[in-house]
């Protein structure tokens, strides 16, 4: 029904900076929320950023003032710009979104994951 495709990782030194892009794509109706996870190896997902349809943001404490994220809702987009990369960003990035689609003929609120993309911060 619904697909997110996450692009933009891959490998920086510490001090860098890249942008996560995410497009969802599929019969949607709306989202709502959408926001970006990260997994470091023997770590438990966390929330690294969230923002509302209507452009509300939270950040975790640990990004606050490197990382940005935005959204484009004509494109159902969303982006993550970080900064002032840290060797502690490394980890598997991944999109989220809180979607209402079609479900036998009915509105429903579905949430959705992303594939991940991987992202490195090493010297």
């Known amino acids: 029904q619904v697909q997110l495709v996450e692009s933009g990782g891959g490998l920086v030194q510490p001090g860098g900076s890249l942008r996560l892009s995410c497009a969802a794509s599929g019969i949607i109706v709306s989202i709502n929320a959408m926001g970006w996870y990260r997994q470091a190896p023997g770590k438990q997902r966390e929330l690294v950023a969230a923002i509302s349809s209507g452009g509300s943001t939270n950040y975790a404490d640990s990004v606050k003032g490197r990382f940005t994220i935005s959204r484009d809702n004509a494109k159902n987009t969303v982006y993550l710009q970080m900064n002032s990369l840290k060797p502690e960003d490394t980890a598997v990035y991944y999109c989220?979104?809180?979607?209402?689609?079609?479900?036998?003929?009915?509105?429903?609120?579905?949430?959705?994951w992303g594939q991940g993309t991987q992202v490195g911060v090493s010297a």
């Open positions: 989220n979104a809180d979607a209402i689609v079609w479900v036998a003929g009915t509105l429903r609120p579905r949430n959705y």
